[in-house]
Structure formats: C-alpha cells, structure tokens
C-alpha cells in the first residue's frame, strides 16, 4: 500500500523551501534556469524520500530551539579556537578518548541532533549509538574529566533537546 504522505506533493514543505533556498545560495545565483531546477529538486527530493522518513517532526518549543542554535553556534566557535590551541600545541599533551554518554531522549529526531551537535562542535565526534539508543558514544580529542564532559552534554544539549522534541 503506498504511503499516503508520498501522493503529496509537498509533503514537506519547509523542508523544500530550505533545500530551494540552500541551491541558490550554493550555485550563487537568481538565474532563471537555477530558480527553476532548484525549485524542481526541491520538490522532488522530499516527494521520492517520504517514504523514508518515521513521521512527521513536531517541535514544542522554537523559543528553545532558537536558543539552543545559538548555544551550538557559540560553542563551535570557542572549540574551534581550543582545538586549534591543541593541534598546534604538542601532540604529547593531547588525551583522546571515547567515552559512553547514557541518553535519556528517546525522540529520534532529537537523538539524531544531539550526535550531529556533538559532531559538528571541534574535538568530539559522536562514534556509535547504541542498539537500544540508550547509550551515544562519543570521542574526544582531548579529554580530561569523563563525568564533567558528559555533564556538559546533558546539560547543554540534550536537555534543551528534550524540552524541543518530547
């Protein structure tokens, strides 16, 4: 049976308007031939991928979501500059390390976030979830105290998470 969502057209709407936006910001550009290309992709991009996503993304708070963009945005900024400082430094001095983050989102949206946040900011990558999703781990570049690193996580991103998506 075909997936009622997939007979849409816009069967993602923002998500369309983000990927419209996002080819004529790449191609820099307002050509007819790109306005027009673009808007065609960005509409069949989200048409044939339906069927992939779980449902639809409800967000409960965008005040907190805003704020949680700003709060990723400052720490990559600040990482950037601290993991230049260490790379730069002697290699001696680094500690990498993976350590295990135990998740108490269970939106997967949010868990998808989270891993990508933690991803995006410089000196830790997000390596593996677990195959309940109860547990996300995670690799430092240098890291110093495990339990004041997985603090920091829960309390800067997956609570704000959890306030947005559940």
Do not use: C
Request: proline share 7%; charged share 20%.
């Amino acid at each position: 049976m075909e997936n009622k969502r997939s007979r849409s057209w816009f069967s993602r709407p923002v998500l369309s308007l983000i990927l419209w936006v996002s080819w004529l910001l790449l191609n820099n550009t307002t050509d007819p031939g790109h306005i027009v290309l673009g808007a065609i992709l960005a509409i069949l991009i989200p048409w044939f991928t339906s069927d992939f996503w779980p449902g639809e993304v409800r967000v409960k708070n965008f005040k907190v979501l805003l704020k949680y963009s700003f709060i990723v945005l400052y720490d990559i900024v600040v990482a950037n500059i601290v993991v230049a400082k260490q790379v730069l430094g002697p290699n001696s001095a680094l500690k990498p390390d993976f350590f295990e983050v135990p998740l108490d989102i269970t939106n997967p949206m949010g868990i998808s976030i989270l891993a990508s946040t933690i991803t995006l900011t410089p000196g830790t990558v997000s390596a593996d979830l677990s195959p309940d999703k109860k547990t996300l781990k995670v690799h430092a570049l240098h890291l110093e105290d495990v339990q004041a690193e997985i603090k920091s996580i829960k309390d800067r991103y997956e609570a704000p998470l959890m306030e947005v998506f559940e």
